[in-house]
């Protein structure tokens, strides 16, 4: 059984560009100086009747407006800047920035972040109830996609790797005996590829790069678990049982041949019957042969 999930999400119609804004240090140095100005005239202009009054206070409500355009920009972290409701860009160059004074400045991590979804109960592709559970590791690359094209970005990627791993869960048994079928157990590497893959498919509208998803969590659930258990272990002690004879056949086949090549004795059907017979009980025994001395012939 194949699956070949189609994650049939929304185009995104938002793309992050980058704005840099002005170097903050300088507007900083800038904003200094016209402050000095405003005390300087409101000092001066006391003494001729106030006129420095109107021009301090002018002076000094543009200094605090263009003040709140500084912007800091942390490492791991963008600004998106976004005016009277229309995105202008994202600032990601780190240091402080200075811009338009009446944008909106909104701060997104850039950083790399984990999220392990809660263990789900599901059945798999055989209808068995299993237990699921993954951990997945993402990060924002487009800030204006994560910001306008969905409600909640950290919340939909959670809720969508939650979804993936239930569809996974459900499209694979959990073993399986056919080499050629995938299974959640014995293609692990296979299943979580299908798995990151999907992901990426359903987080993409959100401007989200996935980096890995791992499978942390996968057994039966407790109601089956231990007949699960106990088939799984007569699957095993017939495999063994099967590799036991198999080894056993070609030693008592290599035995046979070297002696009719050595001319050690000559053997005709029945005593080869026999030393075949021995020999696979022998080999085949759970429990240690013990020697019997044959003095008679071997008709006896």
């Not at 160059?93 to 599901?122: D, M, Y």
Request: aromatic letters at 4%; a neutral charge; hydrophobic letters at 50%.
């Amino acid at each position: 059984m194949t699956t070949e999930s189609v994650v049939d999400m929304p185009a995104p119609t938002m793309r992050e560009r980058t704005v840099t804004g002005a170097p903050g240090v300088l507007m900083l140095a800038v904003l200094i100086v016209v402050a000095l100005v405003a005390l300087i005239a409101l000092i001066t202009g006391s003494g001729r009747g106030g006129a420095g009054v109107p021009l301090f206070v002018l002076l000094l409500a543009v200094a605090i407006i263009m003040l709140t355009g500084l912007t800091p920009v942390m490492p791991g972290q963008a600004r998106v800047v976004q005016l009277f409701g229309r995105y202008v860009g994202t600032a990601r160059q780190p240091g402080l920035r200075w811009f338009n004074p009446f944008t909106r400045r909104r701060s997104v991590s850039t950083r790399i972040r984990n999220h392990e979804t809660a263990i789900a109960k599901v059945n798999d592709a055989d209808g068995n109830p299993i237990e699921i559970a993954a951990v997945l590791v993402w990060q924002v690359a487009d800030t204006a996609r994560a910001l306008y094209e969905v409600d909640d970005f950290v919340q939909f990627v959670n809720i969508q790797a939650e979804t993936a791993v239930r569809h996974i869960a459900t499209s694979y048994p959990y073993d399986t005996a056919d080499a050629g079928q995938l299974s959640l157990r014995g293609h692990a590497d296979e299943v979580t590829e299908r798995l990151s893959a999907e992901i990426a498919d359903r987080v993409a509208s959100a401007g989200v790069t996935i980096i890995e998803s791992r499978l942390t969590r996968l057994s039966y659930a407790a109601e089956i678990a231990q007949a699960m258990l106990r088939r799984q272990a007569a699957s095993a002690v017939v495999a063994a049982r099967a590799r036991i004879v198999q080894g056993a056949v070609g030693m008592v086949r290599l035995a046979l041949q070297q002696l009719e090549e050595q001319d050690v004795v000559e053997l005709d059907e029945e005593r080869k019957a026999a030393m075949v017979s021995n020999l696979l009980v022998v080999l085949c025994s759970e429990q240690a042969t013990q020697q019997v001395v044959n003095t008679g012939s071997l008709y006896q």
